[in-house]
């Protein structure tokens, strides 16, 4: 679903029409949307393991793998250790207990890749792998290799609740449960990047955090992780499979309409790209008056602006500025330019960064960068 444009702080009219939506045609598309991960679940899931020497005798299991009518969570990403990938572990016996629940059961897929360089992410994604090959529950939990946009295309859309659990304050901004918002999935984070800025209720449940000096990182995995459990076992289940007179979810599709109407507007890139320019770059590009005034074009902190800036944007840090120093491009109506380490070129692009506080000598400036571009 895509929105119109519409005033700042205005919800865009093509946003707002999902209200008109009946409650029995969002959960259809919900249980579609399901289904369809469901099947590329398993076509992946059989794939992965017939590269991993299994015959196919031995998979008929993966045939009932994952249900379209059980609650699905989503977690996929990179594997850096701050992430947390593993947090859900921390109990196996009471995950267990949730995947297998007899009224109430979850279901978990889970896809990433870690840094050829990163050897703890490396096992990090070996003991979660380890676990969903466990047959008492890899019907309910699954890794998927690979991770990619193909496989994003499904997951998005298939997943009812995005899982982040990063450890606080190190996640930078967390744009996957953006995405996860934009295709109606309800957002199960600790409240850090954009969920710390724009939580709401309505758009599903927060992580309790124990990051206080005093709690060293081993018990505060185990106060988060148990705050995880319960907040599936008693908050989140609940909603997904109460059903009120009509049979259908009432309260789980009510948050997904406010997800689409209320926050999908805001994790648009539109969006962010417009506050930019309307409230950083052009007020500082007018500049002072007069006919030999210095044009300034770097963005400016703001007053009230948060400590990452504005919500779901990419910024320098604070106190670098960034001076274009020159672009030499070659004759019009060429094809396209290509840039990176080592290109050939008639023409190059320099960008100089520095530390507006090495003039005082407290940090000391960063290199020049100098890509060159080629055809």
Same mark, same amino acid.
């Given at each position: ?6 005033e ?39 794939a992965?393991?017939?590269?991993r ?5 031995e998979?008929? #299991?993966?045939?009932?793998v ?7 969570i ?6 850096p ?11 196996? @016996?009471?995950l267990r207990e ?6 109430h ?6 896809a ?6 990163d ?14 090959? @466990? ?21 998005y ?5 995005w899982?982040?659990?990063p ?7 967390g744009?996957?449960?953006?995405k ?11 409240r850090?990047g954009w969920?710390?800025?724009?939580? @709401?209720?309505?758009?599903? #449940? ?10 060293d990182e @081993?018990r ?6 148990n705050?995880?459990?319960a907040l599936?076992?008693?908050?989140v ?28 507007p805001k ?6 790209v ?9 007020p500082?590009?007018?500049g002072?008056?007069?006919p030999?005034a ?12 948060g ?15 960034v ?9 019009a ?18 960008t ?9 000598g407290s940090?000391?400036a960063?290199?020049?960068?100098t ?5």
């Amino acid at each position: 679903m895509t929105g119109g444009e519409a005033e700042p702080g205005a919800t865009p009219r093509r946003w707002d029409a999902v209200s008109g939506i009946a409650d029995q045609e969002i959960w259809d598309l919900r249980r579609d949307l399901r289904g369809q991960l469901v099947t590329e679940v398993r076509r992946r899931l059989y794939a992965s393991w017939r590269r991993r020497g299994a015959g196919t005798a031995e998979l008929g #299991w993966i045939d009932g793998v994952l249900d379209p009518d059980v609650l699905t969570i989503g977690f996929a990403r990179r594997v850096p250790s701050y992430k947390r990938l593993t947090l859900m572990l921390r109990d196996r @016996d009471r995950l267990r207990e949730l995947l297998l629940h007899p009224t109430h059961p979850i279901q978990i897929v889970v896809a990433g890749k870690a840094h050829p360089a990163d050897d703890g992410g490396k096992r990090l994604v070996q003991e979660l792998v380890r676990f969903a090959d @466990d047959p008492r529950v890899r019907h309910r939990i699954v890794f998927l290799p690979d991770y990619g946009m193909g496989m994003a295309q499904k997951l998005y859309p298939g997943c009812d609740v995005w899982l982040n659990n990063p450890l606080r304050p190190l996640e930078a901004c967390g744009t996957s449960g953006m995405k996860a918002a934009l295709n109606g999935c309800l957002n199960l984070s600790v409240r850090d990047g954009w969920w710390d800025e724009w939580f @709401d209720p309505d758009f599903g #449940w927060e992580i309790p955090t124990a990051d206080g000096s005093a709690v060293d990182e @081993d018990r505060r995995d185990e106060l988060e992780s148990n705050a995880l459990y319960a907040l599936i076992e008693d908050r989140v289940a609940p909603h997904f499979y109460d059903r009120g007179a009509a049979g259908l979810p009432d309260r789980w599709i009510a948050m997904v309409r406010s997800t689409l109407v209320n926050l999908g507007p805001k994790v648009l890139a539109g969006r962010m790209v417009r506050e930019y320019v309307e409230r950083l770059y052009a007020p500082r590009r007018a500049g002072p008056p007069g006919p030999g005034a210095r044009r300034r074009t770097g963005p400016r902190r703001l007053e009230g602006q948060g400590p990452r800036g504005l919500a779901g944007g990419l910024g320098r840090p604070r106190g670098v500025g960034v001076r274009h120093r020159r672009v030499r491009l070659g004759g019009a109506g060429g094809p396209p330019w290509r840039c990176g380490p080592g290109s050939r070129s008639a023409g190059s692009t320099r960008t100089t960064w520095r530390s507006r506080r090495s003039r005082a000598g407290s940090t000391p400036a960063t290199p020049s960068r100098t890509p060159r571009c080629s055809r």
